[in-house]
């Protein structure tokens, strides 16, 4: 009896670029920042008789940001990718992360305790995403479709290290196509399907990171929506992220994301994921 058992197997490549602190360039004011990582775990079986069912899964995640630290201006860039697949027995490959969002912020410095901005924040689906519920499984989200952008501005308090906490007055724009019905058409209108919708309301960002020991941080992100419309409703959006360095080659990171988009769904929505894995300083 031949038994092969690939048990689950994680790894995480990940890349910060983070090359010297801003003071030390000489050259530039921009500061590159990312993390790379990939999640990988696989379980085969043949003639096991305790019993199981293969497994393949993948998760890619990454992190980026680039930021321009001047005076009077500040420009700070983020870019959030996630994709993941997942396959269990002789079931087709199911998508179990499917993300892609950014951000973008313009600051300029007058010298008082808050500094006026502008900021916008694009997010989307990578690609198809399906309700798996239901029997056969059914599409709900394709890549821009839907696709929330929003536009704000208003004042930063961004004076302590590490943490910021910004409020304005922003646009939310949702564009969608084939899944309109879902996320963009008004119900006051029923004889027309509407792909756009535009609201107006407040915009709440807090962001906080946290070196809690030498080789572990704690980094979250608060961001609220609400339209003028309906105050007691809000666009939530709660990113909490733990890392930690083990020693030079293996890290590990936990990531809680928390969601709650009326559009999308009247429950919240709630991800985690860990990753294990080894990691590698380019410079």
Avoid: C, H
């Avoid at 019993?51 to 009077?72: C, H, M, Q, R």
């Avoid at 609201?199 to 709440?204: D, H, L, P, R």
């Avoid at 992220?241 to 999308?264: G, H, M, Q």
């Avoid at 009247?266 to 294990?276: D, N």
């Amino acid at each position: 009896m031949k038994i092969i058992l690939l048990s689950t197997f994680l790894v995480l490549f990940s890349i910060p670029l983070l090359a010297q602190e801003t003071e030390v360039k000489k050259d530039t004011l921009w500061t590159p920042r990312g993390v790379v990582g990939l999640n990988l775990s696989q379980v085969a079986f043949s003639n096991w008789a305790q019993g199981g069912e293969n497994s393949l899964s993948f998760t890619f995640f990454s992190l980026f940001a680039l930021d321009y630290i001047g005076d009077p201006w500040k420009w700070k860039n983020s870019l959030k990718f996630a994709y993941g697949r997942t396959k269990f027995g002789d079931e087709e490959y199911r998508t179990n992360d499917n993300e892609l969002f950014f951000e973008s912020t313009l600051i300029y410095n007058v010298g008082w305790s808050v500094s006026p901005y502008a900021g916008m924040t694009a997010r989307t689906a990578v690609t198809k995403g399906f309700n798996y519920d239901s029997i056969p499984a059914l599409q709900i989200v394709g890549f821009a479709d839907p696709f929330y952008l929003t536009e704000a501005v208003g004042f930063i308090y961004d004076k302590i290290p590490n943490f910021s906490t910004r409020l304005g007055v922003g646009l939310k724009q949702t564009f969608a196509d084939q899944f309109a019905l879902q996320y963009s058409d008004d119900v006051d209108t029923p004889n027309e399907i509407e792909k756009f919708k535009n609201e107006t309301g407040i915009e709440s960002v807090t962001e906080f990171k946290w070196d809690f020991y030498d080789n572990m941080s704690y980094y979250t992100y608060l961001r609220l929506f609400g339209t003028f419309e309906d105050l007691n409703v809000w666009d939530v959006r709660w990113d909490n992220i733990i890392a930690a360095k083990v020693n030079d080659y293996v890290s590990v990171t936990f990531n809680v994301l928390l969601i709650y988009e009326e559009d999308e769904s009247i429950k919240r929505q709630l991800k985690e994921a860990l990753q294990v894995g080894i990691s590698y300083t380019l410079f």
